[in-house]
């Protein structure tokens, strides 16, 4: 890994990445998972003090993430522009799956979504925005969170949408998938 800062090591302890700052103190770490959907998540946790900790193990994640998404881009199947919820996921599991979207040209992360489908109020959203504050904190593009759809209908379903970065001070709001297919597919033609 490239661009640490000085002091700042990463070491693999089987599937987590521990984070340590001057050869001793363990500030986090960020756990890779395999998720149900065959997709790799990352999951960052951080050591107390909190707010000291927290930029230091975001810019990790930030800079894993970025490599995983690159080597992953790489396979076809990923650069599919795909908004539609994740199957399989067990019910009442508080698992996030999570979808990145790389540039087709580039390579380099346009947009994320937050799959969380059984969030079904503004208020359930504004929670899990919460969850997710530092990786929006850090994220260098648009990020948003999908909540439960106002139907059963997947023809005509909007589902609850929350911006979560880029724009901070988003407010949640309906939309259809198509809709967000449609912002991936425009914001990959403007990258680059
Ligand atoms: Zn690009």
């Not at 951080?46 to 930029?55: A, D, G, I, L, R």
């Not at 810019?59 to 790489?74: D, F, G, R």
Request: aromatic share 6%.
């Amino acid at each position: 890994m490239k661009n640490l800062p000085d002091g700042i090591t990463v070491r693999r302890c089987g599937k987590t990445y521990v984070i340590v700052k001057n050869m001793k103190e363990e500030i986090g770490g960020i756990v890779v998972r395999g998720t149900s959907t065959g997709d790799t998540q990352l999951e960052p946790y951080v050591n107390e003090p909190q707010h000291k900790n927290k930029k230091l193990v975001a810019l990790v994640m930030q800079q894993m993430t970025e490599a995983l998404i690159i080597n992953e881009a790489k396979k076809p199947e990923h650069l599919r522009r795909d908004a539609l919820p994740p199957v399989n996921i067990p019910k009442g599991t508080e698992v996030f799956e999570t979808k990145i979207f790389p540039c087709s040209k580039c390579n380099k992360i346009i947009a994320a979504l937050v799959f969380a489908w059984e969030s079904g109020s503004p208020e359930e959203m504004e929670i899990i925005a919460t969850k997710f504050e530092l990786e929006a904190s850090i994220a260098t593009y648009p990020m948003w969170i999908l909540g439960a759809p106002n139907c059963n209908d997947d023809e005509i379903a909007k589902h609850l949408t929350l911006q979560i970065s880029e724009n901070k001070k988003g407010k949640v709001y309906w939309e259809h998938p198509n809709d967000m297919n449609q912002r991936l597919v425009e914001l990959d033609e403007k990258h680059c």
